[in-house]
């Protein structure tokens, strides 16, 4: 029996909603703000303060992102120092996710430091006009002017021959801002590189050059244009460094990932700076990216589709099945992936376009985890509102989201991933028709045992960041989604499943899918997740499940040899980039059992999660088992029927609410976590 790919389109959507569904009102219960798909905030001067964080925070925003491009070290210490204040004040927990410069071409001109330590520029414009000689060097100069441009990155000049085409542009522009000033390579020196304007533009900011690859084939990652500059620039390294001293950081994004490579290197030099349990997003913004993007989302633990940037190496009548086939195959993977650039115009506006309302909407409906926003928060006019109304179109798309079919969908996809090493970690043609004479050049690659992952993640067990030792060449794997299974590994079993057509899961996995569709079946309430590493929730998550997911994470103490350090905080924050996930933090070191899934039930009621008498379906260990358990809600909704008692009574050691354990991003050593309140 040959291996199935898909090639169809999928419909998320109800196709028996109707019309008055329309024309009444939308209801929104501020109670699951956040429940769905995630919104990720790029914190700028327009939304550093605290009391504007406290109201980004009450209107859905689940992850602060730094970019680290623009602004000093002094003004991003402010801004965790604020978030934390806001966490506090708001008792809600938020993530934070730093974003490196890395291989970001930035045309160099004067600044100046404001109070607040935000960078400046002159606003005097760049007026280009279209015909005009466009210099790009590597040379120190006074300061940029129309005709000439320096820029940071030395290499540049033999990355680029005459006839390609580079775009400048405003970093963090937006669509309703201006278009962009495209140049053609007409001679290449040792230091300059002589380029023609193909347009009239006038811009100003900070402005970074693209190398578009749109001529160019990259069969290779190997062929990259920018394979050659650093992963991180030494600015970025001293950010990392000098953060991981005093905040958490949840998670760092690679910007220009292109291979697997990138990442490896990316998590050794994270691991040498302490931070090993912070988790990497890798940025997929190059046609690189996409010819390598199995091989990167297999590693990576999540993904940043940065559609902007893909604009310049993709044409726009492309762009919407690139955009379909990125989800669709994070989604069988259970990888979050977040999205960017939905509603540029409102930087100047308070209300999106219909356009821009649209494309949130079906990026929800095609299954995305969250949506990014960029500017429209870091420098825009209504950044509150932006999170408002971006929240409100997600949460009013997930209703209309054929859960059944996503369902039932990656039922049969999980056919292919499970059986096939090689669709896991194919890159070339990953995005174009696949064949059977498509994997000849695959059988080099070393595979990865099932059995040793297996043994190490089956039941959700291991170290939150990546595996302890290398696995048969493979250093790093995600804990979050599915891990990769090789042909040879289980013949026998592989056999069977084509004789018979039956899919073939991990344990972990066939658990996941089964509480999401006793759920359903069931109508229940809620589903609850009790998480060590990530793997079990993310896929739960990966079916997109109609009601409420809750991840109760019990934080552990674990030796790093020189010490101790509490485990767990982290993951709870990192869940808040997954679909419907909410995480739960429960006092440390709690035992497991019936109390603390009583508490768990009481502390989704009193958030409004669950109502009472609903049924729970909970993944959990009982006696070492891995299993999948349904409960009801009692009257009041402070814990869950018994079939010997009346209630269950929740035990001593309580499960603690979100409000009541929003940990703030500090150091693991600075964190205090005696005395915070239970639900008592």
Same mark, same amino acid.
């Given at each position: 029996m040959r291996t199935r790919f898909l090639g169809r389109a999928k419909q998320h959507f109800f196709m028996d909603a109707h019309m008055n569904e329309v024309i009444e009102p939308s209801v929104h219960d501020d109670s699951t703000l956040g429940c769905g798909t995630k919104v990720v905030v790029t914190i700028g001067p327009a939304s550093q303060s605290v009391d504007v964080m406290c109201q980004l925070l009450a209107h859905g925003m689940s992850c602060a992102r730094l970019d680290l491009t623009w602004g000093s070290i002094a003004f991003h210490k402010t801004t965790l120092k604020n978030l934390a204040m806001a966490m506090k004040r708001t008792k809600k927990l938020c993530a934070v996710w730093v974003d490196t410069s890395g291989r970001e071409i930035i045309v160099e001109r004067r600044t100046t430091v404001d109070e607040s330590g935000w960078v400046a520029l002159d606003k005097t414009p760049f007026d280009f006009v279209k015909g005009a000689t466009v210099t790009l060097t590597t040379k120190s100069v006074e300061d940029a002017t129309p005709s000439l441009l320096p820029v940071n990155i030395k290499q540049l000049p033999k990355l680029v021959r005459p006839?390609?085409?580079?775009?400048?542009?405003?970093?963090?522009?937006? $669509?309703?801002?201006?278009?962009?000033?495209?140049? %053609?390579? =007409?001679?290449?020196?040792?230091?300059?590189?002589?380029?023609? /304007?193909?347009?009239? /533009?006038?811009?100003?900011?900070?402005? =970074?050059?693209?190398?578009?690859? #749109?001529?160019?084939?990259? &069969?290779?990652?190997? %062929?990259?244009?920018?394979?050659?500059? +650093?992963?991180? =620039?030494? !600015?970025?390294?001293?950010?990392?460094?000098?953060?991981?001293?005093?905040?958490?950081?949840?998670?760092?994004?690679?910007?220009?990932?292109?291979? *697997?490579?990138?990442?490896?290197? /990316?998590?050794? =030099?994270?691991? #040498?700076?302490?931070?090993?349990q912070t988790k990497i997003i890798a940025k997929v913004e190059r046609k690189a990216a996409i010819h390598n993007y199995e091989e990167i989302i297999a590693l990576a633990d999540g993904i940043l589709l940065?559609? $902007?940037?893909?604009?310049?190496?993709?044409?726009?009548?492309?762009?919407?099945h690139l955009q379909k086939k990125c989800i669709i195959r994070c989604n069988a993977i259970a990888r979050p992936i977040i999205l960017t650039r939905f509603v540029d115009t409102m930087v100047n506006t308070p209300r999106p376009t219909r356009a821009e309302a649209t494309d949130v909407a079906n990026a929800v409906l095609d299954g995305v985890d969250g949506v990014m926003l960029g500017a429209e928060t870091l420098r825009g006019l209504y950044p509150v509102e932006t999170v408002d109304t971006v929240s409100k179109l997600c949460r009013c798309a997930e209703q209309y989201f054929d859960y059944r079919s996503h369902h039932e969908d990656l039922m049969g996809e999980a056919f292919d991933e499970e059986i096939s090493l090689e669709r896991s970690f194919y890159s070339t043609n990953s995005l174009s028709d696949l064949t059977a004479d498509s994997f000849s050049h695959m059988q080099s690659l070393k595979p990865i045992q099932v059995e040793q992952l297996e043994k190490k993640h089956d039941d959700d067990l291991g170290s939150p960041s990546v595996l302890d030792s290398d696995v048969d060449g493979v250093t790093k794997v995600s804990s979050f989604g599915l891990l990769p299974i090789t042909r040879g590994s289980s013949d026998a079993q592989l056999l069977k499943i084509e004789d018979f057509g039956a899919p073939y899961m991990s344990k972990v996995e066939s658990i996941a899918s089964s509480a999401v569709r006793t759920a359903e079946k069931i109508n229940a309430g809620l589903i609850i997740v009790f998480a060590q590493s990530g793997r079990t929730a993310s896929l739960v998550s990966k079916y997109r499940p109609p009601m409420p997911v809750v991840s109760v994470v019990v934080p &552990?103490?674990?030796?790093?040899?020189? $010490?101790?350090?509490?485990?767990?905080?982290?993951?709870?924050? %990192?869940?808040?980039?997954?679909?419907?996930?909410? +995480?739960?933090?429960? *006092?440390?070191?709690?035992?497991?059992?019936?109390?603390?899934?009583?508490?768990?039930? *009481? /502390?989704?009621?009193?958030?409004?999660?669950?109502?009472?008498?609903?049924? *729970?379906?909970?993944?959990?260990?009982?006696?070492?088992?891995?299993?999948?358990?349904?409960?009801?809600?009692?009257?009041? !909704? &402070? $814990?869950?029927?018994?079939? !010997?008692?009346?209630?269950?009574?929740?035990?001593?050691?309580?499960?603690?609410?979100?409000?009541?354990?929003? &940990?703030? +991003?500090?150091?693991?050593?600075a964190t205090d976590t005696g005395g915070v309140g239970s639900l008592k």
């Open positions: 006839g390609q085409h580079l775009q400048v542009g405003r970093f963090m522009a937006t $669509g309703a801002e201006g278009g962009s000033l495209f140049l %053609q390579v =007409t001679s290449v020196s040792e230091e300059d590189i002589t380029c023609v /304007a193909m347009n009239d /533009a006038s811009l100003v900011g900070l402005l =970074t050059v693209i190398v578009s690859h #749109r001529e160019y084939e990259l &069969t290779h990652h190997s %062929q990259d244009l920018n394979v050659e500059l +650093p992963l991180f =620039t030494q !600015g970025d390294l001293e950010y990392l460094k000098e953060f991981g001293k005093e905040f958490e950081l949840d998670y760092v994004s690679l910007s220009y990932c292109n291979s *697997a490579a990138d990442i490896t290197e /990316a998590r050794e =030099t994270l691991d #040498r700076m302490g931070l090993d940065s559609r $902007g940037n893909l604009g310049v190496d993709f044409e726009p009548e492309e762009m919407a &552990t103490l674990q030796s790093d040899k020189l $010490g101790w350090k509490l485990e767990g905080k982290y993951l709870a924050r %990192q869940c808040l980039i997954m679909r419907g996930i909410t +995480p739960l933090m429960a *006092a440390p070191m709690s035992g497991g059992g019936s109390g603390l899934l009583c508490e768990a039930v *009481a /502390a989704a009621s009193a958030q409004g999660l669950v109502r009472p008498m609903d049924y *729970a379906v909970a993944i959990l260990s009982e006696h070492g088992n891995f299993v999948v358990k349904v409960v009801k809600v009692d009257a009041e !909704g &402070t $814990g869950i029927v018994s079939f !010997g008692e009346k209630y269950l009574q929740p035990e001593e050691e309580q499960l603690m609410t979100l409000p009541s354990f929003a &940990t703030p +991003p500090t150091s693991p050593g």
